[in-house]
Nanobody
Framework: QVQLVESGGGLVQAGGSLRLSCAAS????????MGWFRQAPGKEREFVAT????????SYADSVKGRFAISRDRGKNTVYLQMNSLKPEDTAVYYC?????????????????WGQGTQVTVSS
């Protein structure tokens, strides 16, 4: 089983940047697809970004395209989410998730394991 721990969340002003990290332990996740999801207060959890096992394919929600970038370091067993030009509507708890297959995971139902989440708050 893989355990995921997110970090890097915090409070930032609109227009600022944050980089989230998701460290995996328990077994290598080098052949798993990974993703980021988020849940804002009073809303359902939604897809943000995903990357396949060898970083050849990535996909983003329309709301974050051009502002966020997902990447992974297989040697460090870590996935990253670089968030630029942050907006107040990006405020949410951000979750890292993994899928035990090569292919990207764009929906919650495709993910097999999850982290506990990290809070991102963007002030206006």
């Amino acid at each position: 089983q893989v355990q995921l721990v997110e970090s890097g969340g915090g409070l930032v002003q609109a227009g600022g940047s944050l980089r989230l990290s998701c460290a995996a332990s328990g077994r290598t996740f080098s052949t798993d697809a990974m993703g980021w999801f988020r849940q804002a207060p009073g809303k359902e959890r939604e897809f943000v970004a995903t990357i396949n096992w060898n970083s050849s394919t990535a996909s983003y929600a329309d709301s974050v395209k051009g502002r966020f970038a997902i990447s992974r370091d297989r040697g460090k067993n870590t996935v990253y989410l670089q968030m630029n030009s942050l907006k107040p509507e990006d405020t949410a708890v951000y979750y890292c998730a993994g899928r035990t297959t090569f292919h990207i995971a764009t929906t919650e139902g495709l993910c097999d394991y999850w982290g506990q989440g990290t809070q991102v708050t963007v002030s206006s």
